[in-house]
T-cell receptor
């Protein structure tokens, strides 16, 4: 079974500051992928960043970086230089490769509010 | 044109109605998904189709009936729904390369906001 935990229901950050959104996971799979998605009020889920379980380097995509600590089973999202448009729900997700099932499991999300 | 398109964007239906949600992807993917998003709950995976074959049905009530006529289209047929079925229904697609070790992100549509009255 796979489980994603996001313990921060809501976060506030000042514009231009950095913010870290927490994500921990649990899986019996040896090989898996971790994803972060952004969901603005329009409803669409927007893919942000991906980290493979065997990737030695932390993933980065522009202002997004993933702080992957495999031993702690955490995959925190770091957003640098926050912008007002970053205000949205953020979801951590995971897909295991060894179960054979093509499932993508999501956490409960964190609502980020960027303050001017 | 967006990658994954869902119609309608909003739907209000009575408990005795029959309606269908439509999803179309223009990304050449071979896997499609239906998710349900209720307030304050994680996204719930409902159905998965790989290469047009249903591979997952996560104990979804039979009043929800999926259909995948080809790898680009996915439908969710609704009948005799309950008020607790009101939610945002999200469709997604991705590549699925089972056995290769490759992991691909899923791309989502904007969802259908369903209200059952």
């Amino acid at each position: 079974a796979q489980k994603i935990t996001q313990t921060q229901p809501g976060m506030f950050v000042q514009e231009k500051e950095a913010v870290t959104l927490d994500c921990t996971y649990d899986t019996s799979d040896q090989s898996y992928g971790l994803f972060w998605y952004k969901q603005p009020s329009s409803g669409e889920m927007i893919f942000l960043i991906y980290q493979g379980s065997y990737d030695e380097q932390n993933a980065t995509e522009g202002r997004y970086s993933l702080n992957f600590q495999k031993a702690r089973k955490s995959a925190n999202l770091v957003i640098s230089a926050s912008q007002l448009g970053d205000s949205a729900m953020y979801f951590c997700a995971m897909r295991g490769l060894q179960t054979g099932a093509n499932n993508l499991f999501f956490g409960t999300g964190t609502r980020l509010t960027v303050i001017p | 044109e967006t990658g994954v398109t869902q119609t309608p964007r909003h739907l209000v239906m009575g408990m005795t109605n029959k309606k269908s949600l439509k999803c179309e992807q223009h990304l050449g993917h071979n896997a499609m998904y239906w998710y349900k998003q209720s307030a304050k709950k994680p996204l719930e995976l409902m159905f998965v189709y790989n290469f047009k074959e249903q591979t997952e049905n996560n104990s979804v009530p039979s009043r929800f009936s999926p259909e995948c006529p080809n790898s680009s289209h996915l439908f969710l047929h609704l009948h005799t729904l309950q008020p607790e079925d009101s939610a945002l229904y999200l469709c997604a697609s991705s590549q699925w390369a089972f056995g290769t070790g490759a992991v691909y992100e899923a791309f989502f549509g904007q969802g259908t906001r369903l209200t059952v009255v």
